[in-house]
């Protein structure tokens, strides 16, 4: 079965930080742009960050740029997202996804599968 679970959420206080994983089953991760996208209560789903097959090329939406980090392990099949100086407005409900068409980090419909989300709040 093919599916994407992310990990790492939780409550945290402004200025805090987490670590979000996205571990793969039933396919490798090693060919595809993976990206994380967020959806605030009541908002469009947002790209976020994405990271290419090898790494070496990343997206950061403007509002995240400098605080997150994303990064890969291909020996785990898993993505992290490295979030820190955390703000209130990052809550969200925070989702991977596989690029499968484009060149887009920024476009859902370009994505699939998606894992289930995981809810982060920043809140104090």
């Known amino acids: 079965q093919v599916q994407l679970v992310e990990s790492g959420g939780g409550l945290v206080q402004p200025g805090g930080s987490l670590r979000l994983s996205c571990a793969a089953s039933?396919?490798?991760?090693?060919?595809?742009?993976i990206g994380w996208f967020r959806q605030p209560p009541g908002k469009e789903r947002e790209g976020v960050s994405c990271?290419?097959?090898?790494?070496?090329?990343?997206y950061y939406l403007d509002s995240v740029k400098g605080r997150f980090t994303i990064s890969r392990d291909n020996a785990k099949n898993t993505v992290y997202l490295q979030m820190n100086s955390l703000k209130p407005e990052d809550t969200a409900v925070y989702y991977c996804?596989?690029?499968?068409?484009?060149?887009?980090?920024?476009?859902?419909?370009?994505?699939?599968?998606w894992g289930q989300g995981t809810q982060v709040t920043v809140s104090s």
């Open positions: 039933g396919f490798t991760l090693d060919y595809y742009t």
């Open positions: 990271i290419s097959s090898s790494g070496g090329s990343t």
């Open positions: 996804a596989t690029r499968t068409y484009g060149r887009s980090c920024t476009r859902p419909i370009d994505f699939n599968p």
